[in-house]
């Protein structure tokens, strides 16, 4: 029975290594990291069981290892789940952010249980009744072997060509050069580039080290220069430095120590590499800035992986001093553990809206360890840096004890390298990962590696790893208490299992109705069904309410339109996403039911794009309510965009939807505020410079014409502002110049609707049938059956 137990514990743990980096499935809506946090949640917990159950049904005892890292890591642990306590969104806090999924609590505490399995289930020496830290190593590279075939596959354009000959319709993800198995956005490879800068520091370390001469030798190598060249073609900055750094930092350490002594030679493979990311890391040099010949489809490939966006340091700085300043809580625990979606709304900077990415809500730092600053607070960074510095102590003091020669020995005699077998590789490595920690976000694999060699290192070490031991031979009553337990742990896992699964099928539901691009009422269901199997997950219910409120537009746009089935689509889909829970009675197989709605702004009232979302709904809902509820939907749709304005205050988007709300219910004066704040946050935003003019219109023509005459003067080649401005111009009598702005908005957009409709009226008020008619019917191509341009059509057919 031992026996069963350790081979569930060492084929899970080996299983999870070597899938990881390569796990992935198109069946939900992001396909890398939810199918591998998954993965780690159900491998994880099977080892753990079988690890504890081991213990106290068969050997009748408690046997763990410590080390001097236990009492950091569960202080962190600890503090992560106090601060998702006290977090602004608990689901985010305890499942993640939707869309990214890793950094949450049900991520964390599995990584560092997986953390203890590996001090007490891993040995240097080769046991068969434990993992061996070479063997884990072993596993590691030939994954990652498979993942740079993956990946040059899709850079070569392979994938398109198998699919081509086998018949078979791959996804479309697959057939982008980008796509790799390790983490993908589309056209961005960067974390894959990351995950290999961190398995070149690997072998780096292990042609360092005396590790067997398996581990040598032509595989090795071209491992080695496949990942390099992988790693030019992606020609991302923050790999270059990750390498650059790392390396610098291991060869100085090594040259100070002396660790190689008469074989220094040696250490001109770490420089050759440091010189290689250093001339990679110069513009001029970079792949990207060379001109290439067009016409070649691999290097179009190449050229089509670009870098991903990310938060630079002085912005990432900016959001987490203002998310732990914002209260005392969050001086100490931060905004709550997976939560930075929060704090990059609230408090971004305003320069962030004069950036190409201005748009963009970034859900994660563009530094892993400013991210724990802003989400977990002085507590949480300091646990974490105490864990990193007490590692990095702990190596370099026991260097430092393995290199010390006997006082009979000459120093000639002594071979340090061989001192330190496994302990270079996995040092480089460790190093590598707080580089890349400073410089990049954490996902689900790097957090994996991070954990997963930490805890090689500790027993690479041997010093540091105690072993406690508490029998129940002598206590049967403890072995109750410890059956007992057990039991309770069984259940506990079944529970989080069976969760787990539910979850899986919600985002495969989710998924489904997201691909659905004709059935509404399909997506409504599948959307339905997501949220039976997950209702922890917010951003389901703001989906469904979105999916509500669309069939509801479609039934507008149709000739026999239900005023009835308008309501109930409207209804729902302000129940899914509003403030309250609500009780709905509906049919199912003739008997009348009834459920409970609970509305996304009540589940995370800190969350900007519930807010937003719920503001919209009730914006565009008030022309098919009854009017004596119109004011009270009104004044919903304002507090509503009111919420969001609050939780992300420099978005120029929020204020001027508010505006033009303001501006369409009469309140001219209060639109004019929130269109001059739009054009404050943002100078160029279009939308605030056409709209703050167009607040002038009713009152005060010439202001109107004035704003719209300068906000075009500065930006001459946008279509809305020369429609406008030459609407204005019609309105106000100068139908020539108007015709002069509609055609130059026409050129700019040819398929403009408004500016040909607008075109062919100012020519009708010419007397120009002709050219009038010319331009109706071009409107109406654009909207076959128009009743209103059919009918000006007629009109002027008849006057003919």
Same mark, same amino acid.
């Given at each position: 029975?031992?026996n069963?137990?350790?081979?569930?514990?060492?084929?899970?743990?080996?299983?999870?290594?070597?899938?990881?980096?390569?796990?992935?499935?198109?069946?939900?809506s992001?396909?890398?990291?939810?199918?591998?946090?998954?993965?780690?949640l159900? %491998?994880?917990?099977?080892?753990?069981?079988?690890?504890?159950?081991?213990?106290?049904?068969?050997?009748?005892?408690?046997?763990?290892?410590?080390?001097?890292?236990?009492?950091?890591?569960?202080?962190f642990?600890?503090?992560a789940?106090?601060?998702a306590?006290?977090?602004?969104?608990?689901?985010?806090?305890?499942?993640?952010?939707?869309?990214?999924?890793?950094?949450?609590?049900?991520?964390?505490?599995?990584?560092?249980?997986?953390?203890?399995?590996?001090?007490?289930?891993?040995?240097?020496?080769?046991?068969?009744?434990?993992?061996?830290?070479s063997?884990?190593?072993?596993?590691?590279?030939?994954?990652?072997?498979?993942?740079v075939?993956?990946?040059?596959?899709?850079?070569?354009?392979?994938?398109?060509?198998?699919?081509?000959?086998?018949?078979?319709?791959?996804?479309?993800q697959?057939?982008?050069?980008?796509?790799?198995?390790?983490?993908?956005?589309?056209?961005?490879?960067?974390?894959?580039?990351?995950?290999?800068?961190?398995?070149?520091?690997?072998?780096v370390?292990?042609?360092?080290?005396?590790?067997?001469?398996?581990?040598?030798?032509?595989p090795?190598?071209?491992?080695?220069?496949?990942?390099?060249?992988?790693?030019?073609?992606?020609?991302?900055?923050?790999?270059?430095?990750?390498?650059? !750094?790392?390396?610098?930092?291991?060869t100085?350490?090594?040259?100070?120590?002396?660790?190689?002594?008469?074989?220094?030679?040696?250490l001109?493979?770490? !420089?050759?590499?440091?010189?290689?990311?250093?001339?990679?890391?110069?513009?001029?040099v970079?792949?990207?800035?060379?001109?290439?010949?067009?016409?070649?489809?691999?290097?179009?490939?190449?050229?089509?992986?670009a870098?991903?966006?990310?938060?630079?340091?002085?912005?990432?700085?900016?959001?987490?001093?203002?998310?732990?300043?914002?209260?005392?809580?969050?001086v100490?625990?931060?905004?709550?553990?997976?939560?930075?979606h929060?704090?990059?709304?609230?408090?971004k900077?305003? $320069?962030?809206?004069?950036?190409?990415?201005w748009?963009?809500?970034?859900?994660?730092?563009?530094?892993?360890?400013?991210? !724990?600053?802003a989400?977990?607070?002085?507590?949480?960074?300091?646990?974490?840096?105490?864990?990193?510095?007490?590692?990095l102590?702990?190596?370099?003091?026991?260097?430092?004890?393995?290199?010390?020669?006997?006082?009979?020995?000459?120093?000639?005699?002594?071979?340090?390298?061989?001192?330190?077998?496994?302990?270079?590789?996995?040092?480089?490595?460790?190093?590598?990962?707080?580089?890349a920690?400073?410089?990049?976000?954490?996902?689900?694999?790097?957090?994996?590696?991070?954990?997963?060699?930490?805890?090689?290192?500790?027993?690479?070490?041997?010093?540091?790893?105690?072993?406690?031991?508490?029998?129940?031979?002598?206590?049967?009553?403890?072995?109750?208490?410890?059956?007992?337990?057990?039991? !309770?742990?069984?259940?506990?896992?079944?529970?989080?299992?069976?969760?787990?699964?539910?979850?899986?099928?919600?985002?495969?539901?989710?998924?489904?109705?997201?691909?659905?691009?004709?059935?509404?009422?399909?997506?409504?269901?599948?959307?339905?069904?997501?949220?039976?199997?997950?209702?922890?997950?917010?951003?389901?219910?703001?989906?469904?309410?979105?999916?509500y409120?669309?069939?509801?537009?479609?039934?507008?746009?149709?000739?026999?339109?239900?005023?009835?089935?308008?309501?109930?689509?409207?209804?729902?889909?302000?129940?899914?996403?509003?403030? $309250?829970?609500?009780?709905?009675?509906?049919?199912?197989?003739?008997?009348e039911?009834?459920?409970?709605?609970?509305?996304?702004?009540?589940?995370?009232?800190?969350?900007?794009?519930?807010?937003?979302n719920?503001a919209?709904?009730?914006?565009?809902?008030?022309?098919?309510?009854?009017?004596?509820?119109?004011?009270?939907?009104?004044?919903?749709?304002?507090?509503?965009?009111?919420?969001?304005?609050?939780?992300?205050?420099?978005?120029?988007v %929020?204020?001027?939807?508010?505006?033009?709300?303001?501006?369409?219910?009469?309140?001219?004066?209060?639109?004019?505020?929130?269109?001059?704040?739009?054009?404050?946050?943002?100078?160029?935003?279009?939308?605030? %410079?056409?709209?703050g003019? %167009?607040?002038?219109?009713? $009152?005060?023509?010439?202001?109107?014409?004035?704003?719209?005459?300068?906000?075009?003067?500065?930006?001459p080649?946008?279509p809305?502002?020369?429609?406008?401005?030459?609407?204005?111009?019609?309105?106000?009598?100068?139908?020539?110049?108007?015709?002069?702005?509609?055609?130059?908005?026409?050129?700019?957009?040819?398929?403009y609707?408004?500016?040909?409709y607008?075109?062919a009226?100012?020519?009708?008020?010419?007397?120009?049938?002709?050219?009038?008619?010319?331009?109706?019917?071009?409107?109406?191509?654009?909207?076959?059956?128009? $009743?209103?341009?059919?009918?000006?059509i007629k009109?002027?057919?008849?006057?003919?």
């Amino acid at each position: 029975m031992s026996n069963i137990f350790n081979r569930i514990i060492k084929g899970s743990i080996y299983s999870l290594v070597f899938l990881l980096p390569l796990f992935f499935t198109t069946s939900v809506s992001e396909i890398h990291e939810f199918n591998k946090g998954h993965l780690i949640l159900f %491998l994880v917990m099977l080892a753990f069981l079988a690890w504890i159950a081991n213990m106290v049904l068969i050997n009748k005892e408690l046997r763990f290892r410590r080390t001097p890292l236990d009492l950091p890591i569960l202080a962190f642990t600890g503090i992560a789940v106090l601060s998702a306590i006290f977090s602004v969104d608990y689901y985010s806090s305890i499942f993640g952010y939707f869309g990214r999924f890793g950094d949450g609590l049900i991520i964390l505490i599995p990584l560092v249980l997986f953390y203890f399995l590996i001090i007490n289930k891993t040995s240097v020496d080769n046991d068969k009744q434990v993992i061996t830290v070479s063997g884990l190593l072993r596993v590691l590279l030939a994954s990652t072997f498979i993942v740079v075939l993956m990946s040059y596959l899709s850079v070569l354009g392979i994938w398109q060509t198998i699919a081509g000959i086998a018949g078979i319709e791959l996804p479309e993800q697959m057939l982008l050069s980008s796509f790799n198995p390790v983490a993908f956005s589309t056209f961005s490879a960067s974390g894959l580039a990351m995950y290999l800068s961190i398995i070149l520091l690997i072998i780096v370390g292990m042609f360092l080290s005396d590790i067997k001469k398996s581990f040598k030798g032509i595989p090795l190598a071209v491992l080695f220069f496949s990942i390099l060249s992988l790693l030019i073609i992606i020609d991302y900055n923050p790999s270059w430095i990750v390498l650059l !750094i790392s390396l610098f930092v291991f060869t100085g350490f090594m040259l100070w120590k002396r660790v190689f002594r008469e074989q220094v030679n040696l250490l001109m493979i770490p !420089i050759l590499l440091i010189i290689v990311s250093a001339i990679f890391l110069i513009p001029a040099v970079s792949p990207r800035n060379i001109e290439y010949n067009a016409e070649s489809k691999i290097i179009a490939r190449i050229i089509d992986i670009a870098p991903e966006t990310v938060l630079d340091a002085g912005t990432n700085l900016i959001i987490a001093k203002g998310a732990i300043t914002e209260d005392i809580k969050s001086v100490f625990l931060g905004s709550g553990i997976g939560t930075f979606h929060y704090d990059f709304a609230k408090f971004k900077p305003l $320069e962030i809206n004069q950036k190409d990415y201005w748009s963009i809500r970034f859900n994660r730092s563009g530094s892993h360890i400013v991210e !724990i600053l802003a989400t977990m607070g002085v507590l949480g960074l300091l646990a974490y840096l105490s864990i990193i510095g007490l590692a990095l102590m702990i190596v370099f003091f026991l260097i430092q004890t393995k290199l010390k020669l006997p006082k009979s020995a000459k120093k000639e005699e002594v071979s340090s390298v061989g001192e330190l077998p496994l302990i270079l590789p996995l040092f480089l490595a460790f190093i590598g990962l707080f580089v890349a920690q400073l410089i990049y976000y954490q996902n689900v694999l790097s957090a994996f590696l991070f954990w997963f060699f930490l805890a090689l290192l500790m027993v690479a070490l041997k010093g540091p790893v105690k072993e406690k031991k508490i029998s129940f031979k002598s206590f049967p009553e403890l072995s109750l208490i410890f059956n007992v337990l057990l039991f !309770i742990l069984i259940l506990g896992i079944g529970v989080l299992w069976f969760f787990n699964a539910r979850f899986y099928l919600a985002e495969v539901n989710y998924a489904q109705a997201m691909n659905e691009q004709k059935d509404g009422q399909k997506i409504i269901d599948k959307l339905e069904k997501a949220v039976q199997l997950n209702p922890y997950q917010p951003y389901y219910r703001v989906m469904l309410s979105r999916s509500y409120f669309n069939m509801a537009y479609l039934e507008t746009m149709k000739q026999d339109t239900d005023l009835a089935v308008i309501k109930e689509y409207v209804i729902n889909a302000a129940n899914y996403g509003g403030e $309250e829970e609500v009780e709905k009675n509906y049919i199912e197989n003739g008997q009348e039911k009834t459920k409970t709605i609970v509305g996304v702004a009540k589940m995370v009232p800190n969350e900007v794009i519930v807010w937003e979302n719920l503001a919209v709904i009730y914006r565009d809902i008030r022309s098919v309510i009854e009017p004596e509820t119109r004011n009270e939907v009104v004044r919903f749709a304002t507090e509503s965009f009111l919420k969001a304005i609050e939780l992300e205050p420099n978005n120029p988007v %929020l204020h001027s939807a508010l505006g033009k709300l303001y501006l369409s219910e009469g309140e001219a004066e209060k639109a004019k505020q929130e269109f001059a704040k739009t054009v404050e946050l943002k100078e160029d935003y279009l939308e605030g %410079l056409v709209q703050g003019a %167009l607040a002038y219109e009713e $009152e005060n023509m010439e202001e109107a014409v004035r704003r719209m005459e300068k906000a075009y003067n500065d930006y001459p080649q946008q279509p809305e502002i020369c429609f406008q401005l030459g609407r204005l111009y019609y309105n106000n009598d100068q139908t020539d110049e108007a015709i002069r702005l509609f055609e130059k908005a026409v050129v700019l957009m040819p398929n403009y609707s408004n500016a040909l409709y607008s075109l062919a009226m100012a020519y009708q008020r010419q007397g120009n049938k002709e050219l009038s008619l010319q331009y109706f019917n071009q409107v109406l191509q654009l909207n076959p059956g128009n $009743e209103d341009v059919q009918e000006k059509i007629k009109q002027l057919r008849a006057t003919n």
